[in-house]
Nanobody, 128 residues
Framework: VQLVESGGGLVQPGGSLRLSCTAP????????TGWFHQPPGKEREFVAA????????YYSDSVKGRFTVSRDSAKNTVSLQMNSLKPEDTAVYYC??????????????????????WGQGTLVTVSS
């Protein structure tokens, strides 16, 4: 399974970006798709996730109300719309999916241990 992220770049504080995560070959693995970010010098952190079958979403407290995760079945793509960006959102953003179909509940949607396959990442820089 290959995941490809796109949409990163440089944006001013208060601006918006839309990231996309695509599997070039359709895969069942995207049944749970998560977004994580890794700020400079810090550990990778959960940002948002979506359950494909009913579009249930999960967010970290730091992005709730500013970021929206969604899926497009026709394009086999999960997107992360990021609004009201802050300098502290600067990070490499990764999408990830699990290798299995084990759900495990909210715990596994919001932690890296619920995911096995990672994209290469896309850099988001929020700066004036």
């Amino acid at each position: 399974v290959q995941l490809v992220e796109s949409g990163g770049g440089l944006v001013q504080p208060g601006g918006s970006l839309r990231l996309s995560c695509t599997a070039p070959t359709p895969t069942f693995n995207m049944w749970r798709t998560g977004w994580f970010h890794q700020p400079p010098g810090k550990e990778r952190e959960f940002v948002a996730a979506i359950r494909w079958r009913d579009a249930r979403t999960y967010y970290s407290d730091s992005v709730k109300g500013r970021f929206t995760v969604s899926r497009d079945s026709a394009k086999n793509t999960v997107s992360l719309q990021m609004n009201s960006l802050k300098p502290e959102d600067t990070a490499v953003y990764y999408c990830s999916v699990p290798a299995s179909t084990y759900d495990g509940g909210t715990y596994y949607y919001t932690r890296a241990e619920g995911y096995d396959i990672w994209g290469q990442g896309t850099l988001v820089t929020v700066s004036s």
